[in-house]
């Protein structure tokens, strides 16, 4: 089983937490969101990370770390990434 990068980490960790809605001008950003699962091959989940923490950054500089692990689960939830989510769990799971 490969390495879970360190951000698939933190929201392991995070689980769970409330999401108020997205700001409207997150609404492209979401749409065009892929699930991780869908996602060909390793190198481009790791890319997308890398692209989300970049969007945020340019996009929310003042979000702080919560804030961000709130957003990501969201959209995991939001479109539906069950085989990411249950992955999360199961870390999470093995943890305690």
Do not use: Y
């Not at 939830?77 to 085989?83: A, K, L």
């Amino acid at each position: 089983m490969r390495q879970v990068p360190a951000t698939f980490l933190i929201l392991l960790m995070c689980q769970g937490a409330p999401h108020a809605q997205a700001p409207s001008e997150d609404a492209s950003f979401e749409a065009a969101f892929v699930c991780p699962e869908n996602q060909p091959d390793d190198s481009a989940r790791d890319t997308a990370v890398k692209e989300f923490l970049g969007w945020v950054v340019s996009h929310h500089p003042t979000w702080t770390l919560k804030d961000t692990i709130t957003f990501r689960v969201h959209l995991l939830e939001s479109h539906h990434c069950e085989v990411t989510l249950q992955h999360m769990r199961d870390n999470a799971a093995s943890r305690h």
